[in-house]
């Protein structure tokens, strides 16, 4: 076989055929030559077994929120990615999770809700200048967090539904987020 087949044996792309024809050449001049690859020392081989993180499913959760808020989160995200390249992929729903986690760690005691009840209402409709002070976006949270949202927001309401809505949630999380890191 041509030297030059060789030495450019895996560098370019050849066909599944091709690339078995080459492969068996190769290992017939190794053969040839009495270079074999060295067989691994013999160690026991002991049974691994594999522990295959099971990733949370994650949901889209929505807020509505005043656009400083919005821009809070933006800002201490771009900081975070500023800081260390091991933040490189750090986002605002990675942002929200940290609330989410601040306001777990105040150790407030959470009153569960009913099973199947959102204890979110549907508010009037925004129109004008409040459009503008206002912005509508969603972040993706595991399972967990969005329990933790909801029975903190019916745990807040008492016994008024709609007393305390997503907005105060945002509200208060973006609260803790600035104690701890400050105005940005």
Do not use: C, H, W
């Amino acid at each position: 076989m041509k030297p030059s087949v060789l030495s450019n044996f895996g560098k370019k792309k050849e066909s599944s055929g091709q690339s078995l024809k080459l492969q068996d050449a190769f290992q017939k001049m190794q053969r040839k030559t009495g270079v074999l690859p060295s067989p691994e020392p013999a160690e026991p081989k002991m049974e691994q077994k594999k522990v295959e993180k099971v990733k949370p499913k994650n949901y889209n959760f929505s807020f509505s929120s005043e656009a400083e808020n919005m821009n809070y989160i933006r800002a201490l995200e771009f900081e975070k990615r500023q800081q260390d390249p091991e933040f490189f992929q750090f986002t605002a729903s990675d942002v929200v999770k940290e609330g989410v986690d601040l306001l777990r760690q105040t150790g407030q005691r959470l009153k569960k809700r009913p099973s199947g009840m959102i204890p979110t209402r549907r508010g009037r409709v925004m129109k004008g200048t409040e459009l503008n002070n206002r912005v509508r976006t969603s972040f993706s949270l595991t399972a967990n967090d969005v329990e933790f949202i909801y029975d903190y927001i019916y745990t807040k309401s008492g016994n008024v539904l709609g007393a305390f809505t997503k907005e105060d949630f945002m509200n208060e999380m973006i609260g803790a987020l600035k104690a701890k890191y400050g105005e940005l």
